[in-house]
């Protein structure tokens, strides 16, 4: 039997203009999927509080300075791709937490850098687990034939999104 594996859509050279049927198929379960993924998030149970309380863009504000040296609220701010004032109110709303402190930079007075609390560390490792478990249970559900394609759209859709 042959394989009906469709190729690719990265291998792709050309890309064909969608008829208006394809498009509107493509909005309708875009829309469906990004409802479902809220959907999930807001039915999610994390086992302690404090991972509830953590928007995605908090975590992964929280996630960026996990990888930097002192990071100053600025390269933050630029890492996670939102304003300085935007990074400065959610570092607030997280040191209001207990997950996040600043202080002013010993290298520059003139700046303000952020640091994550024991408690931070911990309501991460929380999420990041529970990410992995649900991240895990979306696995197992794709057929494992059709795994490497939902690999590559999702990697096409990657791109797309960071190009608009």
């Not at 291998?11 to 493509?26: H, K, T, V, Y």
């Not at 908090?58 to 004032?85: C, F, K, N, T, Y």
């Not at 003139?110 to 687990?129: C, N, P, Q």
Request: proline share 5%.
């Amino acid at each position: 039997m042959p394989d009906e594996t469709p190729e690719p859509c990265s291998d792709q050279q050309e890309s064909p203009e969608p008829n208006a049927a394809e498009l509107e198929e493509f909005q309708r379960v875009w829309t469906e999927l990004i409802n479902a993924a809220l959907h999930a998030r807001s039915r999610g149970g994390h086992g302690h509080r404090g991972a509830e309380e953590l928007t995605l863009t908090q975590s992964l504000l929280m996630e960026a300075v996990r990888g930097m040296d002192s990071p100053s609220v600025g390269a933050v701010a630029h890492i996670v791709g939102v304003s300085s004032p935007s990074a400065t109110r959610m570092i607030q709303q997280l040191e209001r937490k207990g997950m996040m402190v600043r202080r002013r930079s010993e290298r520059d007075e003139r700046s303000t850098v952020v640091a994550i609390t024991e408690e931070g560390e911990r309501v991460l490792a929380e999420r990041r687990k529970y990410m992995e478990r649900k991240q895990r249970q979306v696995f197992d559900a794709i057929r494992p034939s059709l795994r490497p394609v939902v690999l590559d759209v999702l990697r096409d859709l990657r791109e797309a999104i960071d190009d608009t």
